[in-house]
T-cell receptor, first 112, second 109 residues
Framework: DAMVIQNPRYQVTQFGKPVTLSCSQT?????MYWYQQKSSQAPKLLFHYYDKDFNNEADTPDNFQSRRPNTSFCFLDIRSPGLGDAAMYLCATSRVLQTEQFFGPGTRLTVL | KNEVEQSPQNLTAQEGEFITINCSYSVGISALHWLQQHPGGGIVSLFM???GKKKHGRLIATINIQEKHSSLHITASHPRDSAVYICAVNGAGSYQLTFGKGTKLSVIP
């Protein structure tokens, strides 16, 4: 089945220790998104890629970076995680902008 | 900026009941999405609507563009339907989703 896969499902890191979260898709969609969702809050869009074009939301901290080496994979790098970065990180894809978004299962990040 | 309001915030139903969750928004949109999120889990896209009605299994979603209102119906509810249901909209010409606060549904056997 075509799908969006996120690895790992649970990630524990230490304060200040860089961490990378992974997303892959078999849908061959052009757009990949990264959202941050804190407890009992709505998801917040961090950035998206349209093909190789990177689009950062204005209020996304510099601590968050992303890479998309090919159509299938997209990575979220958190350079120096703080306690406030503990959250669920959701990856989503869509064929083009403003079309249905397909979400992955998420990676729950814990910062110790 | 679009305001997305969902009602009710919390809903408890007996297994087999017909359930309705409502969503209203303040500004014109290009599309409305209904999403499902199980506790501690990722999000599943249920429907994307720009007009009319869609049906998938026991789920039905409707939208009234003039009234800026959408409903999600679940027929013959089941405990496995227990989840948070989220309404989200694309503003006209915008790729960004504006999310409602979600409706937490609990279906009791």
């Amino acid at each position: 089945d075509a799908m969006v896969i996120q690895n790992p499902r649970y990630q524990v890191t230490q304060f200040g220790k860089p961490v990378t979260l992974s997303c892959s898709q078999t849908l061959n969609h052009n757009v990949m998104y990264w959202y941050q969702q804190k407890s009992s809050q709505a998801p917040k869009l961090l950035f998206h890629y349209y093909d190789k074009d990177f689009n950062n939301e204005a209020d996304t901290p510099d601590n968050f970076q992303s890479r998309r080496p090919n159509t299938s994979f997209c990575f979220l790098d958190i350079r120096s995680p703080g306690l406030g970065d503990a959250a669920m990180y959701l990856c989503a894809t869509s064929r083009v902008l403003q079309t249905e978004q397909f979400f992955g299962p998420g990676t729950r990040l814990t910062v110790l | 900026k679009n305001e997305v309001e969902q009602s009710p915030q919390n809903l408890t139903a007996q297994e087999g009941e017909f359930i309705t969750i409502n969503c209203s928004y303040s500004v014109g949109i290009s599309a409305l999405h209904w999403l499902q999120q199980h506790p501690g889990g990722g999000i599943v896209s249920l429907f994307m609507l720009s007009s009319g009605k869609k049906k998938h299994g026991r789920l039905i979603a409707t939208i009234n563009i003039q009234e800026k209102h959408s409903s999600l119906h679940i027929t013959a509810s089941h405990p496995r339907d227990s989840a948070v249901y989220i309404c989200a909209v694309n503003g006209a010409g915008s790729y960004q989703l504006t999310f409602g606060k979600g409706t937490k549904l609990s279906v009791i056997p």
